[in-house]
Nanobody
Framework: VQLQASGGGLVQAGGSLRLSCAAS????????MGWFRQAPGKEREFVAV????????YYADSVKGRFTISEDNAKNTVYLQMNSLKPEDTAVYYC???????????????????WGQGTQVTVSS
């Protein structure tokens, strides 16, 4: 599995960005595709996840209502639309993939075995 994240940049508080994660290397039916972020000096934290093909989603409380995760099957790409950005959203954002559990969506870093390279998001106040 190869994951390529892109779309990061510098934006003012209140602005929007859309991150993309292009996936390749296998079919992703029933896979969980997640977004995580890591700010300087902090641990990597969960942001959002989507079950490929089923489109079940789950979000961290800190981004619920502001961020939207989605998929485009034709392009094998997962997106993270980020609106109403805050300075505390500043981090390197990573996409990740894993085989989904029958019972629940994956939301821990240890659940995910494949990771993209990360894209920097900086929100200025």
């Amino acid at each position: 599995v190869q994951l390529q994240a892109s779309g990061g940049g510098l934006v003012q508080a209140g602005g929007s960005l859309r991150l993309s994660c292009a996936a390749s290397g296998r079919t992703f039916s029933s896979y969980d595709m997640g977004w995580f972020r890591q700010a300087p000096g902090k641990e990597r934290e969960f942001v959002a996840v989507i079950r490929w093909g089923v489109r079940r989603t789950y979000y961290a409380d800190s981004v619920k209502g502001r961020f939207t995760i989605s998929e485009d099957n034709a392009k094998n790409t997962v997106y993270l639309q980020m609106n109403s950005l805050k300075p505390e959203d500043t981090a390197v954002y990573y996409c990740a993939a894993c085989s989904g559990s029958y019972y629940t969506l994956s939301a821990k870093t240890s659940d995910f075995g494949s990771w993209g390279q990360g894209t920097q998001v900086t929100v200025s106040s």
